[in-house]
């Protein structure tokens, strides 16, 4: 390895140190240079809305001169020649008129009031104006012409209306140069440019160079510019080939455009000056520290002989000799290496006890890990619970003949369940169980249109679509999905929709196929979002900015479920926004399918008519009564236990044909009172169902060890229940038949 000598090394530490500080100035000047010219732009398009809204300001002074004589009551009578006295009268309150026409339907000059002494204009020399004015009814700025006088001028005509018709139009034109004047009140710095368009893109304003321009053409570069949009800014070149910095404005009223430019020199000038007086000092710099670094070199350099001399004695096990140095840094070298043999023995020690403590914060974590997921298992057997209750209490209610006292304990059920589900954080459980991989998708075939309808009726059945505007466009597409996922995707997406629109908003809700792709698309007016957040919108616990009293609620996980489910149906959500205030859009694609060759009905299974004796076992009351209940107005013959020692004596007196058995009870759990009720020899065999909060695969492979002929995941809803129903049935219809 090629050694350096130490000054050498101080001048690369030198220009080390001056690098960072380069290139920040260098950034600064950067920095400094684009604050420049996004100020320049800002002001130049400033000065643009400006002379737009001045020039704007004067054409309508003139149609309001002109909208004084169309109501002159001479024109009713039919008296021209009074008319035009009054004519004359106004246009010596204005001199930038350059004559007054009085034009009849078929585009004859009834008047021509001139404030030069000119021969009589017969012929409409601009007539596109002139036609748009008879077709709308509405004042309107022509465009600006030579006339067969040789004359520059514009027309400004406003229509003469009576009885509801246009009789006649009345028109003044106009001088371009009277509009200088509105571009000199400006005030503009030497070197700068301004230029005004008429809506056909001819110059009526050019300062400086007025007489020169008039009438002619911008450059292309500057269409190019002016066709993106109604105002903006960039670099173009004037007529003359100068580089400007250009900012522009288009009126809405008159469709006249202004343009003001800024000399690209000016702008460049202060950030050469900051560039020479940075190069400067760096320069200065490198200078005074490699003065600095000889210096200092001399001054180390002795004692770290004595310091070498001392490492040396350190690696043959021999006590140092301590050198001297007024360098502090050097003196502690010296007293480190006279402690370097205590100081090893102390750092085995120390490390010892790291890995130590590395091992126990180890398994700390482990259990950490451990702990959490115990407790989300925990919760969602928690939610199953209530979601049962609710689920068989809706079917009860849905039942044709249920008694009214029935149907009241029903919504009893319904009320006290729904209170407590309030209280468990369901979204943040399935966000917890979609981001660890646990949520397991039940897919078949769905058009995806009408998943969407369906979930747009139920939010505005439920009113949580408040008072907004739903606007749908569904075309039909298939796609292999979970329904439940898919309806929670939608339904995420639309009531996040509702949140961010403020009331009588407009939410589009569209459905299409995009190649191989279904493609859901959710967009509202509502107050959108910057870059910023819409790339990272779909991150957990992320929200936009919300109202202080939080009346829609949210704990910001809505949008991460509807990605992480998209892409576990192997599609992705994306997210779009033209910025606050213009709303946003969420698409979410999913791989497309072929519409099925016959499409199943997705009505309720018939529950088989023949009553069966069926035991219910389960500790949560809500549950089982709304359970039992249902199973009886079905037919059935319902006996009910609350724990497990219970449910076991019961189904050994009763003999039951079907036993709907929870698995987290009270005593015995229901594993050990499916293998006590499977080991008794010569009793009839029940049909045995796993009614049970715990649906993971583990849960169901044990319960079928355990002996169970099924296994149901809690809520059940009325189809499950029926194909529940119709499993048992077969199996003791075989049974028998054995």
Request: aromatic share 4%; charged share 25%; glycine share 10%.
């Amino acid at each position: 390895m090629k050694r350096v000598a130490l000054r050498r090394r101080l001048l690369l530490l030198v220009a080390a140190g001056l690098l960072p500080v380069a290139v920040m100035s260098g950034l600064g000047l950067h920095a400094l240079y684009r604050e420049q010219r996004t100020q320049t732009e800002r002001t130049a398009l400033e000065l643009a809305r400006a002379m737009s809204t001045a020039i704007d300001n004067e054409l309508q002074q003139s149609f309001a001169a002109l909208q004084v004589l169309a109501s002159s009551p001479r024109l009713d009578t039919g008296d021209l020649r009074a008319f035009r006295g009054e004519v004359e009268r106004v246009m010596a309150l204005h001199p930038n008129w350059r004559e007054t026409l009085l034009i009849d339907l078929d585009g004859r000059v009834l008047v021509d009031a001139s404030s030069e002494p000119l021969p009589a204009l017969r012929e409409v020399v601009e007539s596109a104006s002139l036609r748009e004015c008879l077709r709308t009814g509405m004042p309107v700025v022509g465009q600006m012409a030579r006339g067969p006088r040789g004359r520059w001028g514009f027309p400004m005509r406003v229509p003469v209306i009576r009885g509801g018709q246009s009789r006649y139009v009345l028109t003044a034109v106009v001088r371009p140069g009277s509009m200088l004047a509105v571009a000199e009140r400006q005030h503009l710095d030497p070197g700068w440019v301004m230029t005004s368009l008429d809506s056909a893109g001819n110059r009526v304003i050019r300062w400086p160079g007025q007489e020169t321009y008039l009438g002619t053409r911008i450059t292309q570069n500057l269409r190019d510019l002016m066709a993106q949009g109604a105002q903006g800014t960039g670099i173009t070149n004037t007529a003359d080939g100068h580089a400007v910095f250009t900012a522009f404005s288009r009126s809405p009223q008159s469709g006249w455009s202004t343009a003001v430019g800024i000399p690209v020199e000016q702008v460049q000038a202060s950030a050469l000056r900051s560039a020479l007086a940075f190069g400067g000092g760096i320069a200065l710099s490198l200078l005074l520290g490699a003065a600095a670094a000889g210096f200092i070199a001399r001054g180390i350099s002795r004692p770290m002989e004595a310091l070498r001399e001392a490492a040396r004695a350190v690696g043959a096990g021999r006590a140092p000799a301590p050198a001297t140095s007024d360098i502090r840094e050097v003196q502690d070298v010296s007293e480190a290496l006279v402690e370097a043999s205590d100081a090893r023995a102390a750092a085995a020690r120390e490390r010892d006890e790291l890995l130590r403590s590395e091992r126990a914060a180890r398994a700390a974590a482990e259990a950490a890990s451990r702990a959490k997921d115990e407790f989300l298992a925990m919760l969602g057997h928690e939610l199953r619970n209530p979601l049962g209750a609710l689920s068989n209490a809706a079917m009860l209610l849905d039942t044709a003949g249920t008694q009214a006292s029935v149907a009241a304990r029903a919504r009893g059920i319904i009320s006290r369940q729904v209170a407590h589900l309030s209280r468990l954080t369901e979204d943040l459980l399935d966000a917890g169980r979609a981001l660890t991989g646990k949520i397991v998708l039940r897919r078949e075939p769905m058009d995806l249109s009408a998943a969407a309808l369906q979930s747009i009726t139920t939010l505005k059945a439920s009113g949580r679509l408040g008072a907004h505007h739903v606007v749908h466009d569904l075309r039909s597409v298939w796609v292999d999905a979970d329904p439940v996922r898919l309806d929670q995707v939608i339904g995420n997406l639309l009531v996040n929709a509702v949140k961010y629109t403020p009331a009588g908003g407009t939410i589009r809700v569209g459905v299409k196929a995009d190649g191989n792709e279904a493609v859901l698309s959710v967009a509202d007016d509502g107050i959108g979002m910057g870059a910023e957040l819409a790339g990272r919108v779909f991150e957990l616990f992320v929200q936009g900015e919300r109202q202080l009293d939080r009346s829609q609620g949210g704990l910001g996980i809505g949008l991460t479920l509807v990605r992480r489910l998209a892409q576990m149906h192997g599609g992705s959500a994306n997210a779009y926004s033209g910025g606050d205030n213009r709303g946003s859009e969420f698409v979410v694609r999913l791989p497309a399918m072929a519409a099925p060759a016959r499409q199943v009905e997705a009505e309720d299974a018939a529950i088989p008519a023949m009553p069966r004796s069926i035991l219910v076992v389960e500790d949560n009351d809500d549950g089982r009564e709304s359970l039992r209940m249902l199973l009886e107005a079905l037919g059935h013959t319902v006996h009910v236990a609350n724990d497990g020692n219970t449910g076991l004596e019961r189904a050994m007196s009763l003999q039951p044909e079907i036993i709907l058995l929870d698995i987290g009870l009270p005593g015995i759990d229901g594993y050990e009172v499916a293998r006590r009720l499977r080991s008794r020899p010569g009793a009839r065999r029940p049909f045995l169902a796993a009614l049970t909060g715990y649906g993971g695969p583990e849960d169901r492979d044990r319960a079928f060890a355990a002996g169970f002929d099924a296994h149901v995941a809690k809520p059940v809803d009325r189809a499950r229940l029926a194909s529940l129903l119709a499993a048992a049935a077969r199996a003791l219809r075989e049974t028998q038949e054995r």
